[in-house]
């Protein structure tokens, strides 16, 4: 919740006050019994008073007392269900209005306060996603509908589906969903992506789930490959996303032919000392290389040093690129997965060697690395190997367990961590 300069950010464990213009915590208010710790849902201000929706009930305190002392906050009582779960406050026409929730399917019942007492409003809204309110209009986010709400509780109308170009969608599953100053509709929709409605024309932006992100001086790439639980083939689409001077580009089989039947890329690598010239790496396809917005070469067992994990199906998809990076030499270096020699080096001249990390070679899947200034790979071997770190030369290499350190004063908590999935530098 905004209020002036401050925000008020409801919490697991109370309330948080930050100050927008000094960009500092102000408060923190535990509100509970004894002042101890209690799950906040949402925040409003209505009048003199600041209200807290939780999963005990909804408190009050005057915005004029000590916040901080816990004696300041009330329950109040006098609402249906004054001691279950709210999630939600909102100020509509100037009425404060509050909605309960038992976590079951449209069974919420939203009330509003008329100066004295608690009365249901507005039946036909039986769940809660989210809620948003502009100016004399409320938009309820429910369950496979959004419902616009006039300053006299009037529905006014539904969206129960998008009708996109000549597709019409009538699954929807909106989680959120707010209005521009200029009436036009924004919902952030969990199954179709991000939702546009202006006049009576809807539009969207879909991405493909997104696996990897690469930074490289100011641009964003997106990746949206994956690998499935068992760490298959998952047959995302292929395709890379650029965000480049505030604009997105597009490489797909769309634009390059060759790109039809690559799937699931999971690594992305730029040049540093060319940015328009980057590698793709995919969890079964092998790598992709372009320079300039053109595609130069892909690179399979067929035509390089890299090996598939099925050898005795050599034409399948199984050439799984774990991760890809540069030396400060511009060196390309890949991990493949599940092979005998699994650590790989593409040189600036198109020269290939390769190493075997014996420890980690064959049945072991390997994932991303990461190349330091002085030439050591570290590398993360998914699925309850920890890490493995290899120098310069090759000569000396190890497997390292990793081992998360809590200490709160009063006790110290070591514990190994097996299931890295990230690292970085």
Not at 183 to 196: C, E, Q
Not at 245 to 269: L, T
Not at 399 to 421: A, P, T
Request: proline fraction near 4%; glycine fraction near 8%; charge should be negative.
């Amino acid at each position: 919740l905004f209020s002036g300069n401050e925000a008020y950010l409801s919490c697991g464990f109370g309330i948080v006050v930050l100050n927008l213009e000094k960009n500092e915590v102000k408060d923190t208010y535990f509100i509970g019994e004894e002042g101890s710790q209690l799950r906040i849902n949402d925040v409003e201000i209505y009048e003199s008073y600041i209200y807290a929706a939780t999963n005990d009930g909804i408190l009050r305190a005057h915005k004029n007392s000590d916040l901080l002392d816990f004696h300041s906050w009330e329950r109040i009582d006098n609402i249906p269900h004054s001691q279950e779960k709210f999630n939600h406050l909102m100020v509509h026409a100037n009425v404060l209005m509050a909605n309960y929730t038992p976590d079951e399917h449209n069974l919420d019942e939203l009330y509003q306060f008329n100066g004295n007492e608690w009365i249901r409003a507005i039946p036909r809204i039986n769940y809660i996603t989210d809620v948003h309110t502009n100016g004399n209009n409320m938009i309820v986010t429910g369950r496979g509908e959004i419902i616009f709400i006039d300053q006299h509780n009037n529905i006014n109308g539904i969206i129960d589906k998008y009708k996109i170009k000549d597709k019409e969608i009538t699954s929807i599953n909106p989680q959120s969903t707010v209005m521009t100053s200029d009436g036009s509709v924004w919902i952030a929709d969990s199954g179709n992506g991000m939702v546009h409605l202006s006049g009576e024309e809807f539009d969207y932006i879909k991405y493909n789930n997104i696996f990897y992100l690469c930074s490289n001086n100011g641009d964003l790439w997106v990746a949206p490959g994956g690998r499935s639980n068992s760490w298959n083939n998952t047959f995302q689409a292929p395709a890379i996303n650029l965000l480049k001077n505030d604009k997105w580009h597009n490489y797909s089989k769309k634009q390059f032919a060759e790109m039809d039947g690559f799937f699931d890329i999971v690594n992305i690598a730029v040049d540093p000392a060319n940015p328009s010239h980057f590698y793709a790496g995919s969890w079964g396809g092998g790598i992709l290389e372009f320079r300039d917005n053109l595609f130069i070469k892909r690179y399979t067992d067929k035509n390089s040093h890299l090996q598939s994990a099925l050898p005795e199906q050599p034409d399948e998809p199984y050439v799984r690129i774990g991760g890809l990076d540069f030396d400060s030499e511009g060196n390309l270096w890949i991990t493949n997965s599940e092979v005998a020699n699994n650590l790989l080096m593409l040189s600036p001249g198109g020269e290939w060697e390769s190493y075997a990390l014996p420890e980690v070679a064959k049945t072991k899947m390997i994932g991303p690395l990461v190349i330091t200034e002085n030439g050591d790979k570290w590398i993360v071997i998914p699925r309850g190997h920890d890490l493995y770190v290899t120098d310069k030369s090759g000569t000396q290499k190890r497997s390292l367990q990793l081992i998360s350190y809590f200490n709160n004063g009063e006790k110290e908590i070591f514990n190994r961590m097996n299931d890295v999935y990230c690292i970085t530098k």
